[in-house]
C-alpha cells in the first residue's frame, strides 16, 4: 500500500508543496522534489516570559527541517521548479545553510550541486551536509557577498539553475511558514520576529501574511508588525549603505549588501514596523537563554530574533501580553563549536564513584 492510500494520511506531513499546494507556483505536471519539509514546532516560552518579559512568546523552531534550517520550505520549491524545466545542475552562494539544502535536496532530485561559500566562515556542520550530499563544494577567498556576486554572472554563462532567494520560488516557499503560525495560532501573532542576512525570508514571511489574509486563513486577527534584526557588524539595511567587510560571530547573516534589501525594507514599511541591529554579545546571551531554559537549541544567527525582541522590550516598545513569534532560523548542532563560548566545560574526574560523588553534592 502507497503511505498517500493508507488511513492514516491525514496525519501523514507532506511537505509544504503538497500541503499548500493552493498557494503554490506548481501545477500536476510539477515533479515535487521534497524531503516533507515543514510542519515546524511553534514552542510557546514558558520560562524567558517569567524572567520579566512579560510576553506571549512563541519560538518557530525551524531547525526541526530535514536539513536543520528554513532553506528546506524555499528548496523544496526551488529544486522541483528546476526539474520541471529541464535543469541538470543548481549552483548558490551561501554562509552554509543554502549550501546544505541545496546539496540535500539535488541529491533527492538526483541532478549536480555547486556551492560557493566564503573560506573559513562556514559552520563546519554545514559544510559538512553540503559534502556528504555530494555537492561539489568551491571555497572563495572572499565573503558571501562576492560568491553571489560570481554565481549570478556564471548563471549567464552555463546552463545552471540558481537556488539563492533571488530565485523567486525560494521565497515562494518559504512564505509557508507564516501559513503554519496561523494555522497552529489560530489567529496571527501581533509581532513576528526574525534574523535578516540576505532579507529573503523577512520578504517571504511578510508575503506569506498577506496572503493568507487575503484569502481569509487569517481571520480575527490583523496582519503582524515585522521585526528584523541584524548583527551590528553586518547591518547594512540598518546604516542604509551594503557594509564592505561584515564580521559577526553569526556567520549564517554575515552578509553586507542583502538582495532583497527592498523586500525587507517594505515588510519593514508596510507592517509598520522596525529593523534593527543586536551586538555579537546579545546573540550569545539569547542564544545562551533559549536553550538553557526552553531546551532549544539553535544556532547564532537564529538566537538575533530572540535578542532583537529583549531589547526591544528593555526599550519598552511592548504592551504587556503581546503575542511575538520569533522564528529560530536554524538548528544549533550545525555550529557546536559557538557552546564553548558560552558554556562551561565539562568536569573531568578519575572514574571512582568517591570522586563524582563528591561532584554531585556540591550540585544538589
Ligand atoms: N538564519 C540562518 C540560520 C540563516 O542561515 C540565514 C541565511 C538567515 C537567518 C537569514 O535569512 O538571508 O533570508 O535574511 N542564510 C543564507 C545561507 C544566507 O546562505 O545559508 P535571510
Request: charged content about 25%; proline content about 5%.
Amino acid at each position: 500500500m502507497e503511505i498517500g492510500e493508507c488511513k492514516s494520511r491525514k496525519s501523514f506531513w507532506r511537505g509544504i508543496v503538497e500541503e499548500y499546494r493552493e498557494f503554490l507556483p506548481v501545477s500536476n505536471e510539477t515533479p515535487v522534489v521534497t524531503l516533507n519539509e515543514g510542519n515546524t514546532p511553534l514552542i510557546r516560552a514558558v520560562n524567558i516570559n517569567k524572567r520579566g518579559i512579560d510576553l506571549e512568546l512563541y519560538f518557530k523552531f525551524e531547525g526541526a527541517n530535514p536539513t536543520g534550517s528554513f532553506k528546506d520550505r524555499g528548496m523544496t520549491l526551488a529544486l522541483s521548479k528546476a526539474i520541471e524545466s529541464g535543469s541538470k545542475a543548481v549552483i548558490c552562494a551561501s554562509t552554509g545553510n543554502t549550501s546544505a539544502s541545496a546539496a540535500a535536496y539535488a541529491a533527492r532530485a538526483g541532478i549536480k550541486s555547486v556551492v560557493l561559500i566564503p573560506q573559513g566562515k562556514i559552520a563546519l556542520g554545514k559544510l559538512s551536509q553540503a559534502l556528504v550530499h555530494g555537492a561539489h563544494v568551491i571555497q572563495i577567498e572572499g565573503n558571501f557577498d562576492d560568491a553571489l556576486n560570481i554565481v549570478k554572472e556564471l548563471i549567464e554563462r552555463y546552463p545552471i539553475t540558481l537556488v539563492n532567494s533571488i530565485n523567486p520560488f525560494r521565497l515562494e516557499g518559504q512564505k509557508t511558514a507564516s501559513f503554519e503560525i496561523c494555522d497552529q495560532l489560530g489567529f496571527s501573532p501581533k509581532y513576528h520576529a526574525l534574523p535578516v542576512g540576505n532579507a529573503g525570508n523577512i520578504t517571504a514571511y511578510w508575503k506569506g501574511y498577506r496572503e493568507y489574509h487575503r484569502r481569509g486563513k487569517a481571520q480575527k486577527s490583523s496582519l503582524p508588525v515585522m521585526l528584523g534584526f541584524q548583527a551590528s557588524g553586518a547591518a547594512p539595511i540598518v546604516k542604509g549603505h551594503p557594509i564592505e567587510r561584515p564580521e559577526t560571530i553569526a556567520t549564517a547573516i554575515r552578509i553586507g549588501n542583502p538582495a532583497s534589501w527592498k523586500g525587507a525594507t517594505d515588510a519593514r514599511d508596510e507592517s509598520g514596523g522596525r529593523i534593527e541591529a543586536v551586538t555579537d554579545e546579545e546573540i550569545l546571551k539569547a542564544y545562551n537563554l533559549v536553550a538553557s531554559t526552553e531546551g532549544i537549541f539553535c544556532e547564532p544567527a537564529s538566537a538575533a530574533s530572540l535578542a532583537g525582541v529583549m531589547k526591544l522590550h528593555k526599550e519598552g516598545y511592548f504592551k504587556s501580553g503581546d503575542s511575538v513569534v520569533c522564528t529560530l532560523t536554524g538548528h544549533g548542532l550545525k555550529d557546536p563549536d559557538i557552546v564553548f563560548r558560552v558554556s562551561k566545560e565539562p568536569i573531568k574526574v578519575k572514574a571512582e564513584i568517591g570522586e563524582v560523588e563528591k561532584i554531585i553534592e556540591r550540585i544538589i
